[in-house]
C-alpha cells in the first residue's frame, strides 16, 4: 500500500522535500517543510535573502504560491523559484535548459 | 491504498488545485476550490477584481468554463485565465511563453 498516499492527519502535515530555484536559475537546493511558513523561512537561511521580500511560484509555470491550503496540494519535490523584487519568472527555455533539435 | 484519489461522496466534491491567470499572463496564481462558484469567489479575491465582471475560460484554448457540471469534469491544476470586459484570450505563442524552432 502507498502509505505516502493515505496521510491521515491533514491538521499536522508531514515535513516533505521540495527544491528551490534561484530565478536565473543556476542554483536549486534541496529543502524539507512541513508548511509554506517552514518553507518561506527555510528560503531566506538556505538562499541568503536577508529581509528582503520575495515570493514563491512554481519554477515550471510561474504560478504564484500564496496559500497554505494550495501549498499542501502540491507533490513532493515540487521546484519553485524564488523572486525577489524586479524579477520575473522566465520560461525555462529561455535559459537554455530544454533543448529541441 | 489511495486514500486521495478515492473520494467516495460526488455531493460534496474535494477541494482541488487550480491555476487562475490574467489575461496577459502576468501573474499566475495557485488556488484550491471545491466548487465553479468557489473558485469564482476565491479569483476575486486573490486578483483583487472588486466587483467587476468577469468570467473563466481556459488558458490553453479560451474554452469558457460556465456549467458547475463542466468544471467538476476538468482536472486538477487545469489553469484558468480570467478575462474582463473587453479582454479576449489570445494563444500562448503570441505572448512569448512557448517557443518552437
Redesign the interface.
Given at each position: 500500500?502507498?502509505q505516502l498516499?493515505?496521510?491521515?492527519s491533514p491538521a499536522a502535515p508531514r515535513t516533505r522535500p521540495y527544491r528551490v530555484s534561484t530565478a536565473d536559475r543556476s542554483v536549486r537546493k534541496g529543502i524539507m517543510a512541513h508548511s509554506l511558513e517552514d518553507l518561506l523561512h527555510k528560503v531566506r537561511d538556505t538562499l541568503t535573502l536577508a529581509d528582503k521580500p520575495f515570493s514563491l511560484?512554481?519554477e515550471e509555470?510561474?504560478?504564484?504560491?500564496?496559500?497554505e491550503?494550495?501549498f499542501q496540494?502540491?507533490a513532493d519535490n515540487t521546484v519553485f523559484m524564488v523572486l525577489q523584487k524586479g524579477q520575473k519568472w522566465q520560461?525555462p527555455?529561455?535559459q537554455g535548459t530544454r533543448y529541441?533539435l
Open positions: 500500500t502507498q498516499l493515505s496521510e491521515p511560484v512554481l509555470d510561474g504560478t504564484t504560491v500564496e496559500t491550503e494550495y496540494a502540491l520560461p527555455s529561455e529541441q
